[in-house]
């Protein structure tokens, strides 16, 4: 925050103690609750979000009354601007008297100016939008000697024109520019918070794009390594699917806001914070999905049919089925598989019918594990988080014995396929050695169920791998198992 006393000094009577004036979207809060209505409305209301859509050839205003006689912003936890908040106090204490007054519908504002709880009145639009010169000539009527105004944009530069003082908070460049061509008089300045290029990188999970790698499977088996025309076609592939990945991501954080704001360390994230507004999230998300099936329809019809897939059940995981107990791991395990059929329509070859129903149950027990892992965690902690994933602490044993039988399904599976590969005439010269395979499978998900017996698997089980030194040590072993089967 920048303040500017000598500013404040020399174009008000602090004696005056002028009504300040503070703008809901932008300002008060770091984010648009428009935009959050529409978000709510899209994930929870689809249908509600179509009507009120209908609304918007009657105004803006009328579109912002739509979702509010349907979405409850009430308990949705928003992204304040926290040093402006706390500048706002200082000047009740001093004996300013604070307001609200946004474009907003009303229903919104008066919710957040409960929660907030340090406003004397908050005003929102109700037939026509309070915002630009019809807010400018509101408050010239209501305080007609004279006010503070808090805003971030440039429509509010008709009532800072009209105000006796200026606070930017958030404001572009170029609004910043025309105060100062403008010589009004700012009393404080608030800075929104940057969105650092890590950040961005988090939102759109780059640090889990190696978990896409399992595209490549199906063509290292298949030895293929010297089909230059699939290994490009499987590259582009891959690219494809980092884009459609990336985009459900983005929209998964948009439909868990919420929840994410109440968590101890998701709050943080680009879009929690609001530093990634929620309309550049739909847009960054829109423009992956559209990128990436443009380039998939190139490649192949069947792998788009299965990046469609893919999308679909995602979608329909963050929807709702992400809450239903055992289904939501099944599904994680599917989307997994799913990423091996992407690969495996694009071999001409033969397919390696036998990887999808090991990679089933594989991971499917690697998502169940994660899940035990929370349940013994909450069973210590006396945490409540296990609600809102429909699971209870009594549950503990069902997901213990289903995560290890799961488990040793997967390794039966890989047995029959080492098996096979035995018998004359198969790819291997040294197939003996695909035996020692399943063995250091065995110790790595021994290990994985160890650890969330514990309530010691903090992360999902492949990130987990991909940073733990023993499972990177197994994981070479079957790599050089691999080759020299060969």
């Not at 429509?155 to 404001?171: I, N, T």
């Not at 390696?352 to 892992?373: G, N």
Request: charged share 20%; aromatic share 8%.
């Amino acid at each position: 925050m920048e303040t500017s006393n000598q500013l404040f000094d020399g174009c008000l009577n602090p004696e005056s103690k002028l009504p300040i004036i503070v703008d809901l979207d932008g300002t008060l809060i770091l984010s648009d609750t428009l935009h959050e209505s529409a978000a709510v409305a899209l994930f929870r209301k689809p249908l509600v979000l179509f009507h009120a859509l209908r609304q918007l050839v009657k105004g803006r205003h009328a579109l912002k009354a739509a979702l509010a006689k349907e979405v409850d912003l009430t308990h949705e936890v928003l992204p304040l601007r926290e040093d402006l908040v706390e500048w706002l106090r200082s000047k009740a204490e001093e004996g300013h008297e604070l307001h609200l007054c946004s474009a907003a519908n009303q229903s919104v504002v008066d919710a957040v100016a409960k929660r907030v709880g340090i406003f004397a009145s908050a005003v929102g639009s109700s037939s026509s939008n309070l915002k630009g010169k019809a807010k400018a000539l509101y408050l010239e009527g209501r305080f007609p000697d004279g006010f503070i105004y808090v805003g971030d944009h440039a429509a509010d530069l008709p009532v800072w024109q009209a105000s006796k003082g200026v606070v930017p908070a958030g404001v572009s460049q170029s609004v910043s520019r025309e105060l100062k061509r403008r010589n009004l008089p700012v009393i404080a300045e608030f800075h929104s918070p940057s969105l650092k290029f890590r950040e961005f990188l988090k939102a759109i999970r780059v640090h889990h794009w190696t978990k896409n790698v399992l595209l490549f499977v199906p063509l290292i088996l298949a030895h293929e390594w010297t089909n230059v025309l699939l290994i490009l076609q499987t590259v582009s592939a891959f690219a494809c699917l980092l884009a459609v990945t990336s985009a459900t991501y983005l929209l998964n954080d948009i439909a868990d806001l919420n929840t994410d704001r109440q968590h101890w360390s998701k709050r943080y994230r680009a879009l929690a914070s609001g530093k990634l507004s929620i309309r550049a999230g739909f847009m960054l998300a829109g423009g992956l999905l559209v990128g990436g099936f443009f380039f998939a329809t190139l490649l192949s019809p069947q792998f788009t049919l299965a990046l469609l897939a893919y999308l679909v059940i995602t979608g329909a995981y963050s929807l709702g089925l992400k809450r239903v107990p055992l289904l939501d791991t099944l599904i994680i395990g599917i989307l997994f598989t799913t990423r091996l059929i992407m690969g495996t329509v694009l071999l001409e070859s033969s397919k390696p019918a036998w990887l999808l129903t090991f990679a089933v149950f594989l991971f499917f027990s690697l998502a169940v594990a994660k899940r035990h892992t929370e349940i013994v965690r909450a069973a210590t902690s006396g945490s409540l988080s296990l609600k809102s994933r429909g699971y209870e602490i009594e549950d503990a044993p069902l997901t213990l014995s289903l995560g290890i039988g799961t488990a040793l399904a997967s390794l039966v599976v890989l047995m029959i396929f080492v098996l096979q590969e035995m018998l004359p005439g198969k790819a291997y010269s040294s197939p003996e050695f695909l035996g020692g395979i399943p063995i250091m499978l065995s110790i790595w998900l021994g290990r994985i169920w160890l650890l969330a017996h514990r309530g010691k698997m903090n992360d999902d089980p492949v990130s987990f791998a991909i940073r733990d030194r023993i499972s990177a040590g197994l994981g070479i072993v079957v790599a050089i198992l691999f080759l020299v089967a060969l």
